[in-house]
């Protein structure tokens, strides 16, 4: 019963930023906030997770590059992404996850090229 609203993803140089953000229609119940990412012709991996007191966890690949933050009072989660390169061109999930069930947002892309 969460609704999620991806928004941010474009297209964007090598070596260039880019912010995705995610709204929720609610965080009632809901634990870990995050993304996951699928590239083209390849299967969806996790990108980062936030819980509700801060921990992080980050996929492989993009810690130190990507940050993951969450504004909970405006039912957010948000995905910093710098020195971006063609390896992260892929459609963004957003995702949020409660005790029973995870919920996911329709995706955002992510095009980096020139």
């Known amino acids: 019963q969460v609704q999620l609203a991806e928004s941010g993803g474009g297209l964007v140089p090598p070596g260039g930023s880019l912010a995705l953000s995610c709204t929720a229609s609610?965080?009632?119940?809901?634990?870990?906030l995050g993304w996951h990412r699928q590239p083209p012709g390849q299967q969806r991996d996790l990108v980062a997770r936030?819980?509700?007191?801060?921990?992080?966890m980050y996929g492989r690949g993009v810690k130190g590059r990507f940050s993951i933050t969450r504004d909970d009072a405006k039912n957010t989660v948000y995905l910093q992404m710098s020195r971006l390169s063609s390896e992260d061109t892929a459609l963004y999930y957003c995702?949020?996850?409660?005790?029973?069930?995870?919920?996911w947002g329709q995706g955002t892309w992510v095009n980096v090229s020139t």
């Open positions: 995702f949020a996850a409660t005790q029973l069930k995870t919920y």
């Open positions: 609610t965080l009632a119940g809901v634990n870990a």
């Open positions: 936030i819980l509700p007191g801060g921990t992080t």
